[in-house]
């Protein structure tokens, strides 16, 4: 079982729809989550930041951690055009920078 | 600052030539990555350095991989012999270590050499 499961999509809405994004994970000694952003060609770039359980947002984008589920969620609202791009959430265990498990990455079109 | 510039940004070669793959950190960055990415298997670590000393090679998918970092300035992914199955996007990363905290840690990503062995 790989340490973090996401579901590649691709998935596509039209503009201003709301969209959830939505990882599992294996080991519960995961506890920091990230959400990386990735446009066509580029690397990946990081969008959200959450330590621990709890939520936490900026701006149209809400970050989400139920760790007694093991889920971690990426909303966002009113979507536009320019959100459209690969999201990868990604977690770590803390005791060593660095190591972190990514998903596979969503691919998410937002059509105008 | 100009971030994780990496080179080739594109390469293709035939199964059995050398490959090296090289990659500059951002200035003052004690750690550098280097990530593997295919549509199968998505986004893998292969190694890190801190302070240009390997910590985890795990990753590495075999022998016909090396990877060095001679100074805190540049480092080197090699493959020899590639072979086809070895095509894939490589990113380098490079992050400062801080304290951990809320507001956590953010791991820079270069825009990749994509490599395509035929």
């Known amino acids: 079982q790989k340490e973090v499961e996401q579901d590649p999509g691709p998935l596509s809405v039209p503009e201003g729809a709301i969209v959830s994004l939505n990882c599992t994970y294996s080991?519960?000694?995961?506890?920091?989550f990230m959400w990386y952003r990735q446009y066509s060609r580029k690397g990946p770039e990081l969008l959200m930041y959450?330590?621990?359980?709890g939520n936490k947002e900026d701006g149209r984008f809400t970050a989400q951690v139920d760790k007694s589920s093991k889920y971690i969620s990426l909303f966002i609202r009113d979507s536009q055009p320019s959100d459209s791009a690969t999201y990868l959430c990604?977690?770590?265990?803390?005791?060593?920078?660095?190591?972190?498990?990514f998903g596979r990455g969503t691919q998410l079109t937002v059509w105008p | 600052d100009a971030g994780v510039i990496q080179s080739p940004r594109h390469e293709v070669t035939e199964m059995g030539q050398e490959v090296t793959l090289r990659c500059k950190p951002i200035?003052?960055?004690?750690?550098l990555f280097w990530y593997r990415q295919t549509m199968m298997r998505g986004l893998e670590l292969l190694i890190y350095?801190?302070?240009?000393?390997?910590?985890?090679d795990s990753g590495m998918p075999e022998d016909r991989f090396s990877a060095k970092m001679p100074n805190a300035s540049f480092s080197t992914l090699k493959i020899q012999p590639s072979e086809p199955r070895d095509s894939a996007v490589y990113f380098c990363?490079?992050?400062?270590?801080?304290?951990?905290?809320?507001?956590?840690?953010?791991?820079?990503f270069g825009e990749g050499s994509w490599l395509t062995v035929v």
């Open positions: 990363a490079s992050s400062f270590a801080l304290a951990r905290s809320n507001s956590g840690n953010t791991i820079y």
């Open positions: 080991n519960s000694a995961f506890q920091y």
């Open positions: 959450t330590y621990s359980s």
């Open positions: 990604a977690v770590d265990r803390g005791s060593t920078l660095g190591r972190l498990y």
């Open positions: 200035s003052g960055h004690d750690y």
């Open positions: 350095f801190n302070n240009n000393v390997p910590i985890d």
